[in-house]
Every structure is written in C-alpha cells, then in structure tokens.
C-alpha cells in the first residue's frame, strides 16, 4: 500500500529557531501533498498544497514567509518554520494523492513541534 | 466555501449498539465524500468513501445530497471501534477539508 513517512516524529526547539520537517511518499510518485496542522482536540486544518516543481498554494490566513514549502522531487516536500515561537507548537501532518484526479490521500504519522 | 460539520465531538455506545456518527456537508459542486478514522497513537487512515459505495469493517454511509449529509453507520458496534472519525470532502483540486471530528467510544 502507498506509505507517507515524517521526519522527525517529535521535535523540541528554542523560540527563534528555524525547523523543517520532511515528508516522503515511499512506495510512489506523489505530484501533490499537502501540509496541516492539528492542534491539540480539534481537528485538521489544511496549510498548504505543495506541488512538485512550483510554488505551493498556501490556505488563507497561512503565512507563507513563515511556512516555507518545498516540493523538489515526486517523492519529497519538506516545511520549514521559520523562527518558531510558542504558538506555533503543533502537530503537523503531510498527506500525499497517489494521482492526479485521484481524491484518495494517504497520511503521514505526523510531526509534534514544540517551541520553548 | 466548502464546508463539514460534525456535530457531535463525543459519542458513547455499548458494545453491540448501533451507531451513526453524523456529517453534513455544504459545498456548491458534486463533493466527494470520504470518511477517514484515526485510531489510539495511529495515523490518519481512510475508513470508506461514497463513490465506491461498499462497507468496511462493517461500517457504511450514504450520501444524501438532498439533506447534504453522509451520516456513517454501524449496526453492532465493538470494542475496537473505539476512535476519532473525521468526515471530509474533496473538491476539484483534490483539497480536503475535515470535519471537526467525533471521538466514538465503545463500552463494553
């Protein structure tokens, strides 16, 4: 079946710090992913649809300077927050479509991002 | 704007109860409905959708377009149905948006 892994699971990070994390489709080629944020007891709230090779579409109210994207091969996107603070403490989740036209996305584990 | 609502955060049944996690939906296209469910410290992983119409570890949902709602049922709820439940909806960019999901516990 079509795997999406996160890397890292858990990342702990002084306010002002910079941290990416990385998300992998294993098994296939993903032209699309996606970026969300989950806070603790809600639900999952769309960032950002990265697209290989172009920039990313960033949801409204989403920063994009702040939440950098990027989607530099089929199998690889990657989100940086840049100079986290507490606030962004969170739990971020990429998912990717297996094809274009496909509505099916497959999750990743999800990141925990915790700024001190 | 595409939009999902769950109504119910918590839903508590006995084992072997019928349950229905309820969702409705507003969105001006022809939506495509999913259910996904996220067990204890698991992933988020996709339960049924409406276009294959089929049922899944017993679990089915209709897609109602006149009420605007695609409800997901069991008829005899177990144990390890025990989880959270989000609807969502996807547009024609492949977006999902989720409902606020419904945390379903099963008594025994």
């Known amino acids: 079946g079509a795997v999406v892994s996160q890397h890292p699971s858990w990342v702990i990070c002084k306010s002002g710090t910079s941290v990416k994390i990385e998300c992998r489709s294993l098994?296939?080629?993903?032209?699309?992913m996606f970026w969300y944020r989950q806070f603790p007891k809600q639900s999952l709230m769309l960032m950002a649809t990265?697209?290989?090779?172009?920039?990313?579409?960033?949801e409204q109210g989403v920063e994009k300077d702040k939440f950098l994207i990027n989607h530099a091969s089929l199998t690889l996107s990657t989100l940086t927050v840049t100079s986290a603070h507490p606030e962004d403490s969170s739990f971020y989740i990429c998912?990717?479509?297996?094809?274009?036209?496909?509505?099916?996305?497959?999750f990743g584990p999800g990141t925990r991002l915790t700024v001190l | 704007a595409q939009r999902v609502t769950q109504p119910e955060k918590l839903l508590s049944v006995f084992k072997g109860a019928p349950v229905e996690l309820k969702c409705n939906y507003s969105?001006?296209?022809?939506?495509?409905l999913f259910w996904y469910v996220q067990y204890s410290r698991q992933r988020l992983q996709l339960l049924l959708r409406h276009i294959s119409r089929e049922s899944i570890k017993g679990f089915t949902a209709d897609l109602n377009k006149g009420e605007t709602s695609f409800h997901l049922k069991k008829p005899f709820a177990q144990e390890e149905d025990s989880a959270m439940y989000y609807c969502?909806?996807?547009?024609?960019?492949?977006?999902?948006?989720f409902g606020g999901g419904t945390r379903l516990m099963v008594k025994p």
């Open positions: 969502a909806l996807s547009n024609a960019g492949n977006m999902l948006t």
């Open positions: 990265s697209n290989e090779g172009s920039k990313a579409t960033y």
């Open positions: 098994d296939f080629q993903a032209t699309t």
């Open positions: 998912s990717a479509g297996l094809a274009a036209g496909s509505h099916e996305q497959f």
């Open positions: 969105y001006s296209g022809s939506p495509e």
